[in-house]
Each structure stands twice: as C-alpha cells, then as structure tokens.
C-alpha cells in the first residue's frame, strides 16, 4: 500500500476512532516514550489495532533513553495495509505554527512508507510524510512536519507516526513545538465559550406577533434589503456570532418600527440603530481580502447597488472588512468532510400556521443560508439574488399550513439539487399514505411497472400504466413535477415515480397496457408502500458471471471483502461494477487502488469558508493510489439515475482506472456531502455541501456522471426479464478479450 492510499484510510479511520488522552499537564505527554502502562507506552493509542502488524516498545533499537516504538509487519498479504499509533494533545495553545519532530529508523520497508503525522482539531487539517516519507532501510535521521495555526478554530491536536507497507519501522523522541517553544513550557489556551443570553431569550416563544401591512412593490423592496442585511449580520457581525443574540427573535423586535416607517430616509434611520444596537467593531487583524485562486467569491454587490444612504452602506462595508473570525455561534464546518454545518437554529416545531413573522424568518434563514454557503449557488437556473423579492409575498400571504408547506417546496427546488427533500411536513395532501403493490419507473417516456408485489396478478412486468384513478399520467407528472426538487430531469423522473402510484383509497383505479392490449384493473392499496420500493439486497457482493467475468455491487459490499475480491478477480478477464443503488461502505479507495498503475487523482472539492462567508475554495484533490497488485482486465461500471451521491463519487473513482469503461445513462448529478437545514414549523431538508469536480475542473452537479456509452433498459427487455444494461457490460468486456 503505498503512502496516498493510507493517507484516505488514515483520514476516515481518525473520524471514527474513539481515542482518549487524560492528561493534567503537557510535561506527561510521553514523547519519548519512557513513561510505560501494561507494556505499552503510556497514553498512546494503536489504531486501527491491524492483525498484520505488531506494535511493541524496543528497549535496543532506541534513539535516547530506554525505549523506542516498533511497527512491523508480519504477514505475506495480497492486500497491505497500514498502522498507526497515535496521541491526543488534549489543550489548545496560541500561536502561529505548531511542529512535530521525531527520529526514524526503518528496515527492509517496501510496498510503503514510515514517517509521522499531525492533525488539528476540530476542523481536521492535517499534514504527513506522504511524499517524503522512509523506505528501505535507514539508520536513525530527524524528521519534522508542520502545520499554520489559528488558536481561534483548533481546539486539540494529533500526532503520531504511521507505517504503510512491509518491514519495519522505529520512532523515537518525539517533539511539539508551537513557533519554536517546547510545548511543555507553554500555558494552554482556552477560547472564550458562546454566551448563554440566546438560549435564555423565550419573548417570542408564543409567536412572533409581526403584522404585515398590505405589501406595495416599495414594502416587498424594503423586506428583500431587511433579508439581505439580516442575513449579512448573522454570518458577519463579531456579536451576533458570539451568541449573544438570538438573532430569529432581534429581526421580531426590530420588524415593527420597520413595516411602520413611511420612506427610505425613515427606513435607513431604522437600520443604522438597530445596527449600531449591537456595538463597536474591534478592528480585524486577521482579515484577509478574498484570494484570486478562491473558485467563488463573496457576492457583496448589492450592498453598493441597493438605494440607502452612503451611511449605512459605508456600515455594512466596515462590518465585512472586520467580520467574524472567531468559532461561530451560528455556522460551523464538519470535521473531515469540509461541508456546512447550521448550528443552534431553532425548529419551531410549534409555530401556529397563521404566524407571517415565522415564515418570513424561514424564507430569510434559508435563503441566506444558500447565499453564502451553497457550493452550486452558481448553477441554479434563476439568479439566486432575484428569489428573495419573488419569494417575499408567497411566504407572508401562505394562509395554511398546507400553503406554508408548499411554498417551502418551492423554495428549495429552486437551487436544483437531488438532495434537497422537504422532510417532517404535516399537510403535503399530494403524499397520499397507500399505494399500489407496484414498482414502477419511466421508461421509453411511458410508466412501466418493473416489479408486481399484489396477491392478485392484476399487473406484470413490462406493463404500461396510462391512467390512474381516471388521470392521464403526462397529466399527474405535470402537476407533481414542481414540487420534486432535482438536479436534473431523470431524478425528478425517478422521484415522481416512486410516489406516483400512491392513494387514499383501498381500491385504485388503474388503467395500462398489457401484450398490446387495453386493460383496466382495481387495485388493493397497502399502507405499507415502501415494502414496494426497491429493497436493499443483502446478498453477498461479488459472483461470478462466467469463469473469466467477476460481478460486483455496490449496495451490499463490505470493505472486509476487498481482499477477497481482488484475490477472487485478479486473473479474470474483465469485471462489472454495478452501482446502480448506494454504496454500504465507502470502498472507492480500497478497491480503486487494484485498478490503477499509479496514483492517480479522480476528483478535486470545494469548501465553504465560515470566515469569509460566501468564498469557496479548493480543498486538494482525491487521489487513488496503486496497490501490489494491478488489475490489467477490462472495468464496466454500470449507473443510471439511482446513481446519486456517494454512488457518483464512487463511479468517478473508479472511472480512473487504466482499462475502464462507464455505460449506462445520466446519473442523480447530486455529489458532495450533504448538510442540514431546519426551518420553522419543524421542517427540515439538506443541501450538497461541498462542490465536487473532476481533476481538470469539470462538473458533476446537475450533469451527474455521463457514461462513455449509453444504454438503457427497454420496456421489451422488462417484459422479457432482462437485464439489458447487464448484458451490454458483458458484451464490451468480451469483445475486449478477443
């Protein structure tokens, strides 16, 4: 396993191991591991406690002092993987650079590298010896990494040493500094906590007693620039970040006089206090002016182009120019995965449905929320800066639940992306509870029922549905359709088909096609619909097709089974990757790494910046590296439109491969890690927080991942039990082999 491969195993092992590190003082952290419990040196962890290596404490092979740490490997495996030893510095320190130093010694290392890691906690930025790490064999030499600091977003730090690869490795008298001064000697640094004034606000827990005046096109102008400052204070302002405030309940307290006032001078006045309410700026020494490399900048044009006095524009300048850069109350990024985390936002779970005040707050908390960190603000049809105003009126008039619900729908399939579902609704009439005993899809642009669970045979494969309960089915897609938000046309499709057989009534009307043949049936409902949804299979993850054809599917694999894959399949001479479902486990980089020659990059991300709300940058590249063992068979990755998320994520990966060939059609177009949001009335849906790209910068939101060759499923190959897309990828690797 060479360096890069273990850095992706490194990365998702640290996130889920639960290490613990109780130490009073920095002089017992045992960097020289002298200090020894049950045979071990004292407060280090080993993990993940890998059966093909032996860790252990050598008292001849040593630096300085009595004790060095071993790893050696101890098997001859196909698959090689990797170990780590670990120790947490539990405190935070100030200062610009923090350090670690230690000696290695290594012997016979191939197939991988020694060296030393350091992460900082919680956002997880890390460095390592990855490119210039230790094989073969050496004699005892210093090594140092290092990483920049910023003591107002770490909270801990990580460090250890890893071995990936066969022979062996020793580590020895460790140090941390931070800018030059030995850690031990340094007084630890606590951050100031959030302040406990915003949870203690309760005045508006009853209701926002906002009344709206009759909204003239100058009042809904007004309400649009409230949103956008409202917004701009929430993610920029020092005092709101603190938590000082609970920023829902100031925009209620300030609303009244706002509706109230008569022009914009009167209008201006208003927000120049309520702005000046929340105190001096201290000046920002560490704000910096967005990069050019930034792939998005912050969108601060309306704030020079909107019509209020060079006052408070020259305000809302200043506050940017000193924004927040402390941890924030309001926005944090998750550690690992780089997207947006909204936190301590309220769900309102019991907002009376006549309350304006609330859904305005949900319009201006959602639409900011995508204004500054939403990585595919840019590929929405409609220019994001124009939903706020058009959305205004819709979420003030909405008089129901019903009409609240719907709207929201609106609002968020306006940014087109697959992943945004409106979740916890109450009154959606159109999500009927019952539904027919029948999977279906779209097909050739007609319904085609693709599996039949009814105890009457009403309906078969390959059947057609054209009405259902007396509808023309163009006719229910056309309604349903603005209500699916999607990347692109094929989810919406898919969605829309999985509800569009549901009902109210115990009996359905359905008419369809069958061997050519008008039918019409009455067809018992279940309230248990989602039995007849696709079902997870959980049989074993790989087969073979023929002696020389291996199958693999994503929905069931384990990564426990890479290495019996790769031993299984490694003379074939080609195999099928069907990801056509979702992953179980992410095995993008394990199994990847038997179909490349070298490392090899596959895509690259953005992050948002909490500190410069609305920048986005590149964060690195994701990379496959080889392993032992190269696979020089030929690869067909299967997808199709249930091809969504992490599914994509995986087909871009392992499209790296030397031989690979991607066939199928357009896949969900909804890739990156997914956030939450709530809204009032307890409403929830999830954004694509991170923006994903292939190496040379193209997209995959909303184009989701073009095959090389299409192929889709025919209403003839359903009527005739086939896999068509199946039998394409066996076609290809045969004539491959010829």
């Avoid at 990757?577 to 095995?587: A, F, G, L, M």
């Amino acid at each position: 396993m060479t360096p890069k491969f273990f850095l992706q195993f490194f990365i998702l092992t640290l996130l889920a191991t639960n290490c613990h590190q109780k130490k009073d003082s920095d002089s017992e952290l045992n960097l020289n591991f002298e200090m020894i419990e049950n045979g071990m040196p004292k407060g280090w962890e080993i993990y993940p406690q890998q059966t093909d290596y032996f860790v252990s404490l050598d008292s001849v092979n040593v630096y300085s002092g009595r004790y060095s740490i071993a790893i050696e490997y101890m098997r001859d495996s196909t698959f090689v993987p990797y170990q780590l030893i670990g120790l947490i510095l539990p405190n935070n320190y100030r200062g610009e650079k923090i350090t670690l130093s230690g000696y290695i010694k290594t012997e016979i290392v191939t197939d991988g590298l020694a060296g030393l890691w350091l992460k900082i906690k919680p956002d997880n930025t890390k460095t390592d010896m990855q490119r210039n790490g230790v094989n073969g064999t050496t004699d005892w030499r210093k090594y140092e990494i290092a990483l920049d600091m910023n003591p107002e977003l770490s909270k801990s730090f990580e460090i250890g040493g890893f071995f990936s690869g066969k022979g062996k490795m020793w580590l020895d008298d460790l140090k941390v500094t931070i800018d030059g001064k030995d850690i031990g000697i340094i007084k630890p640094y606590k951050r100031e906590s959030f302040s406990e004034k915003e949870k203690n606000d309760k005045e508006f827990d009853n209701g926002s007693n906002i009344v709206f005046p009759e909204l003239s096109e100058e009042k809904i102008n007004d309400l649009e620039l409230l949103g956008r400052i409202w917004g701009f204070m929430k993610y920029h302002h020092p005092a709101i970040a603190n938590g000082t405030y609970n920023w829902d309940y100031e925009l209620f307290r300030m609303l009244p006089d706002y509706l109230n006032a008569d022009n914009h001078q009167e209008r201006d006045k208003i927000l120049i206090k309520w702005i000046k309410k929340y105190g001096s700026l201290p000046k920002c020494k560490t704000c910096r002016a967005t990069p050019d490399s930034a792939f998005l900048k912050p969108d601060l044009l309306w704030i020079e182009k909107n019509n209020t006095n060079r006052k408070l524009k020259d305000m809302l300048q200043k506050i940017y120019l000193n924004r927040n850069q402390r941890h924030h109350y309001y926005i944090d990024i998750m550690v690992g995965a780089g997207n947006p985390k909204f936190t301590n936002e309220r769900a309102y779970a019991v907002m009376n449905e006549s309350d304006a005040g609330f859904r305005l707050l949900a319009l201006y908390r959602y639409w900011n929320m995508i204004h500054y960190f939403f990585p595919y603000k840019y590929l929405t049809d409609k220019d994001w800066n124009t939903v706020l105003k058009e959305y205004l009126p819709y979420f003030i008039e909405a008089k129901t639940r019903l009409e609240y619900e719907l709207t929201v729908t609106l609002l968020i399939g306006e940014i087109r992306d697959s992943h945004t579902v409106l979740y916890e609704t109450k009154k959606l009439a159109y999500l009927s509870s019952k539904h027919v005993p029948a999977a279906v899809k779209f097909i050739e642009n007609q319904l085609v029922v693709i599996d039949y669970f009814g105890d009457k045979a009403e309906l078969k494969k390959g059947d057609v549905i054209t009405h259902f309960e007396g509808k023309p089915v163009e006719a229910i897609v056309d309604s349903l359709k603005k209500y699916y938000p999607a990347s692109n046309e094929v989810a919406r499709m898919r969605d829309i088909a999985s509800v569009i057989l549901r009902s109210n009534k115990f009996n359905a009307h359905i008419n369809y096609i069958s061997s050519g043949k008008q039918k019409e049936a009455f067809v018992e409902t279940s309230d248990q619909w989602r039995y007849f949804q696709k079902k997870r299979d959980n049989a074993k993850s790989y087969k073979y097709i023929n002696e020389d054809i291996g199958y693999i599917t994503l929905e069931t694999i384990k990564n426990k089974d890479i290495p019996i894959i790769i031993k299984e399949f490694k003379n074939t001479k080609g195999i099928i990757i069907d990801i056509r479902n979702y992953p179980s486990e992410t095995v993008l980089y394990s199994l990847g790494s038997f179909f490349v020659s070298e490392e090899t990059p596959f895509a690259k991300g953005t992050i948002a910046n909490p500190y410069n709300p609305g920048a986005f940058i590149f964060s690195g590249e994701s990379i496959i590296s080889k392993s032992k063992y190269c696979y020089y068979g030929k690869i067909v990755v299967i997808v199709n439109e249930e091809t969504q998320s992490s599914a994509e994520f995986h087909a871009m990966a392992f499209r790296a491969g030397n031989n690979t060939t991607v066939i199928g059609s357009q896949t969900a177009g909804a890739d990156g890690n997914i956030s939450e949001i709530v809204l009032p009335g307890g409403l929830k849906t999830y954004i694509s927080g991170t923006g994903i790209y292939y190496p040379d910068g193209r997209e995959t939101q909303r184009i989701g991942i073009v095959p090389d060759i299409e192929v889709k499923p025919t209403i003839k190959g359903i009527r005739e039990g086939r896999d068509e897309l199946l039998e394409k990828a066996i076609e290809i690797i045969k004539q491959e082999s010829k």
